[in-house]
């Protein structure tokens, strides 16, 4: 099972771009990324997945460099309700299930 | 509306006291999942079903059992539940065997043993 490492905590202002990182040098063949966003008191929240280069939806992008070993999740203009933990999760065929998390990025947005 | 949904929301019992945690999705997903949630540990999951009558451990299993007898319902039990199962239970749901694993939670059920 990959393992991920990720920053504990960043600061950002509103309307800023924010870039959160996720290390898994071990990634396998077959494993996709996926993040989740969790706000206080509430189960997370699927917010995008990618397996190679660049993806894109209407909350967040990922990018993916060639070799996989790292992440980066982009969310573009954050607001005050993007203040959340943000987790990265990466998993493939062999997981057979088994999902490990890692401890996740609390991103705190500052007026 | 699809979605997860965990009974009871909230719930203080005492040790040794079996309890069940209900588990429902109403979106014919074939994957569930159980995990805690503990403040500085993040998320770490507890037991999966990849189908009815199909589970297996995952990362913190001990004190805790489930079954999968319908393919909506994933009950946890705690038969003997001590103080240190105090946590956050989050229940998940996915419709994409592996490798996507697009997981719908439901909304969390606190658990406090005293």
């Known amino acids: 099972l990959a393992k991920t490492t990720q920053p504990i905590s960043m600061d950002s202002y509103e309307g800023q771009e924010v870039n959160i990182t996720c290390s898994h040098n071990n990634i396998a063949t077959n494993d996709y990324i996926t993040w989740y966003q969790q706000f206080p008191s509430q189960g997370p929240r699927f917010i995008i997945q990618g397996y190679k280069t660049k993806v894109t939806n209407e909350v967040a992008s990922l990018f993916i460099p060639a070799d996989r070993k790292s992440s980066t999740l982009s969310l573009p203009r954050v607001s005050l309700s993007d203040t959340a933990v943000y987790y990265c999760l990466v998993a493939g065929s062999s997981n057979t299930g088994k999902l490990i998390f890692g401890q996740g990025t609390t991103l705190q947005v500052k007026p | 509306e699809a979605q997860v949904t965990q009974n009871p929301r909230y719930l203080i019992t005492v040790t040794g006291k079996k309890l069940t945690v209900t588990c429902s999705q109403n979106m014919n997903h074939e994957y569930m999942s159980w995990y805690r949630q503990d403040p500085g540990l993040g998320l770490r999951q507890i037991y999966y079903?990849?189908?009815?009558?199909?589970?297996d451990k995952g990362d913190v299993p001990e004190g805790y059992k489930v079954s999968r007898k319908e393919k909506r319902n994933f009950p946890l039990i705690l038969e003997s539940p001590s103080p240190n199962q105090t946590s956050l239970y989050f229940c998940?749901?996915?419709?994409?065997?592996?490798?996507?694993?697009?997981?719908?939670f439901g909304p969390g059920t606190r658990l406090t043993v005293t």
């Open positions: 998940a749901s996915s419709s994409d065997l592996p490798p996507l694993y697009e997981q719908y």
């Open positions: 079903s990849m189908n009815v009558e199909v589970t």
